[in-house]
């Protein structure tokens, strides 16, 4: 079942969403976050933090999973996924760095790395709300258009649309790596919840065709469609494809 919340600005969208991320922490002390890097989320991190030193939530038995790592990326690369999680939640809330994970990007044998991750994921049990943004192109995680759904933890050829929407974060998009290694698509589903957070009206087409389009790996994230419990968080600009407004 798809719900959807829209708001009119990006703080707005950023509140709703830390609220639904606070009410599984509260109600669930221990529970497991699936968590995204990118625009998207940094305001609902930053309102997490804002709710963590205000007493409101507390991360000491939280435990994290990352959809995705950049090959070839140190984790205290300034540019490392795991570094934007330091940056944007992990060092700001009681949370221990022994509880969260990203896959890692330096690994010698990537192929061993995929599936240690998987294990990972699999210990950790069913991941309770999965945060993600989505990409021009429908990715979700790193999971590019292809031809078919990936479903474990594996390594990807980034595409050029997905680099050149990187490469902000970049000096230039040369600096951008090619590959990455992203959490496949069956955790993504097991999850209990899904959470998207989207804003700005460059998302508007790719958002209709992920939740009105077929189902196709072309669009990665329309098999959220088959998920029973998806929230979509996001402004009017990025809903005006989907909703009456
Ligand atoms: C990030 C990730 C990606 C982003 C997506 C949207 O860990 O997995 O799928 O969520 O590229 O990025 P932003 O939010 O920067 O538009």
Do not use: W
């Amino acid at each position: 079942m798809l719900k959807i919340h829209m708001t009119d600005t990006y703080k707005a969208m950023s509140q709703k969403a830390a609220g639904i991320v606070a009410a599984n922490i509260v109600l669930k002390p221990d529970c497991v976050l699936g968590l995204a890097t990118g625009s998207s989320p940094i305001g609902l991190y930053r309102e997490l933090i804002t709710r963590c030193r205000a007493g409101e939530l507390d991360f000491c038995r939280v435990k994290t999973v990352n959809l995705d790592e950049y090959v070839g990326m140190a984790p205290e690369d300034p540019q490392s996924y795991r570094r934007f999680m330091r940056e944007n939640l992990f060092d700001h809330v009681n949370i221990d760095p022994a509880n969260t994970h990203v896959p890692n990007g330096l690994a010698e044998n990537l192929a061993d790395e995929c599936a240690r991750y998987d294990q990972v994921i699999s210990s950790l049990g069913r991941i309770d709300v999965q945060v993600l943004g989505i990409g021009h192109n429908g990715h979700i995680g790193f999971n590019e258009p292809a031809e078919e759904f990936s479903v474990n933890t594996h390594v990807v050829n980034l595409q050029e649309v997905t680099r050149q929407a990187n490469a902000r974060f970049f000096s230039s998009e040369d600096e951008v790596p090619r590959q990455a290694v992203t959490m496949g698509l069956r955790a993504i589903m097991q999850a209990r919840q899904i959470l998207m957070v989207v804003s700005g009206e460059s998302k508007a087409e790719i958002l209709r065709e992920a939740f009105m389009g077929p189902v196709t790996p072309r669009v990665p994230a329309s098999i959220l469609q088959m998920h029973p419990c998806v929230t979509l968080v996001g402004d009017r600009a990025a809903l005006s494809k989907l909703c009456d407004i």
